[in-house]
Nanobody
Framework: QVQLVESGGGLVQAGGSLRLSCAAS????????VGWFRQAPGKEREFVAA????????RYADSVKGRFTISRDNAKNTVWLQVNSLKPEDTAVYYC???????????????????WGQGTQVTVSS
């Protein structure tokens, strides 16, 4: 079982940057793929980025390509989401999610992940 804790959210002006962290418990974190999702008020949770268990396979939503970067350090049981060139439409609660996956596997649908963090709020002012 894995427990996830996000941090790093905050209030930032348009064009600014944040580094979101997802810290995981558990000795088998290196066997889990991780995804970042976000949910704005009144909207469904949407995929942002995902990384395979070794970090060798990455995937991004079209809306964040070139602006967001996902990375991980399995020795530190942590996944990061670097968010740059933020826009007001990026405002949402950001969640990390994890689930056991084979080598290279990643998924982009929320129901494919079992473990979720509590979320961290990102607010971008115009």
């Amino acid at each position: 079982q894995v427990q996830l804790v996000e941090s790093g959210g905050g209030l930032v002006q348009a064009g600014g940057s944040l580094r979101l962290s997802c810290a995981a418990s558990g000795r088998t974190f290196s066997t889990y793929a991780v995804g970042w999702f976000r949910q704005a008020p009144g909207k469904e949770r949407e995929f942002v980025a995902a990384i395979s268990r070794s970090g060798g396979n990455l995937r991004y939503a079209d809306s964040v390509k070139g602006r967001f970067t996902i990375s991980r350090d399995n020795a530190k049981n942590t996944v990061w989401l670097q968010v740059n060139s933020l826009k007001p439409e990026d405002t949402a609660v950001y969640y990390c999610a994890a689930d056991y996956r084979g080598i290279g596997e990643i998924f982009t649908i929320p129901t494919q992940y079992t473990y979720w963090g509590q979320g961290t709020q990102v607010t971008v002012s115009s």
